[in-house]
């Protein structure tokens, strides 16, 4: 066993720029002697593998010698973990937060059934003016795929991501799985952190359709495999009719051919769907959605906002 507390886990394609940033800001964590880095490269063509290992002889790094994507990435790092605890973070996310591991480490301790934890993410390119929030940690549904911590006890108890999913769905899966193992999932607002991400100008990006494809597969995806049988008809034509309401019938007639393929998509998969299916009772059901969804964007001035009301 490894004489560490906390692996960091990476994984990156050809955004070698935006890994070299997150690696300084983190270097502080990467010289504890509680933790060990991992990253996965998923068949980069940028000369990631080169300046890791000149400069980062100490990072244990694994390559895809060609693209196999996000979700089978983090299974080939999360297979190689032997620490108590794993954090997963995205190649162009960073701590804000000084001192993570401690407020990480004491709650996994003062909570035992807990999981996974989530942190406070901020998505902007650059960072906010104010850290301080009044939110405090809870239970929650899900947790974000690029920004959590995983005790790896409870990893072990369920199956390994679906890397079939490609991308998008992979921490849903998971926390479908943990409740029904009776384990939990909290939002963690003490760990604050930067996701160097223009949201808005995604739209823009040349693979905006792609990322609306695997984002709606990956939530039908989620219906049909946990979701008791009477509940999916209901939840498909609500997600159906909401994506056309709110994107295809405002003029973003891109969606319409990311639902046709990512219904093209949920047939194509429909044996792996029926092999891996892990449906939740209706009570099972009823309290999963009784918890409140996981908050994936903070920022400061919504907050304020809020507050003043």
Not at 61 to 73: D, E, H, P, R, W
Not at 195 to 206: E, L, N, T, Y
Request: charged residues 25%; contains cysteine.
């Amino acid at each position: 066993m490894s004489n560490h507390t906390f692996s960091i886990l990476i994984t990156t394609k050809n955004r070698l720029t935006d890994l070299v940033f997150t690696l300084e800001k983190i270097q502080h964590l990467l010289d504890s002697e509680e933790v060990v880095c991992l990253i996965c490269d998923d068949g980069s063509t940028d000369g990631t593998a080169y300046f890791i290992k000149k400069n980062y002889p100490k990072i244990q790094f694994i390559q895809n010698a060609t693209s196999k994507g996000l979700i089978y990435s983090r299974n080939r790092l999360l297979r190689l973990v032997q620490t108590d605890y794993a954090i997963s973070i995205d190649d162009d996310l960073h701590f804000i937060t000084e001192r993570p591991l401690e407020i990480i480490s004491d709650f996994f301790i003062q909570n035992p059934l807990a999981a996974v934890l989530s942190f406070r993410i901020f998505w902007n390119k650059m960072e906010p003016e104010t850290t301080a929030t009044s939110q405090k940690s809870m239970q929650v549904q899900n947790y974000a795929g690029g920004a959590h911590c995983f005790r790896m006890v409870a990893w072990h108890a369920i199956p390994e991501y679906p890397a079939w999913f490609v991308f998008y769905g992979e921490e849903n899966f998971a926390s479908y799985q943990l409740f029904k193992k009776h384990w939990e999932v909290h939002y963690l607002p003490e760990v604050l952190v930067h996701h160097r991400v223009d949201i808005k100008a995604r739209k823009q990006h040349k693979d905006y359709i792609e990322r609306q494809r695997r984002s709606l597969r990956a939530g039908w995806y989620l219906f049909f495999l946990f979701y008791p049988l009477k509940a999916i008809p209901r939840k498909m034509a609500y997600s159906l009719w909401m994506q056309f309401k709110l994107k295809v019938f405002q003029g973003d007639f891109k969606v319409l051919l990311a639902i046709v393929l990512a219904l093209l998509d949920l047939v194509w998969n429909t044996r792996k769907i029926i092999k891996n299916s892990n449906r939740l009772t209706n009570k099972e059901y009823e309290e999963y959605h009784q918890l409140p969804e996981n908050k994936l964007y903070w920022n400061p001035e919504n907050e304020f906002k809020n507050r003043a009301n």
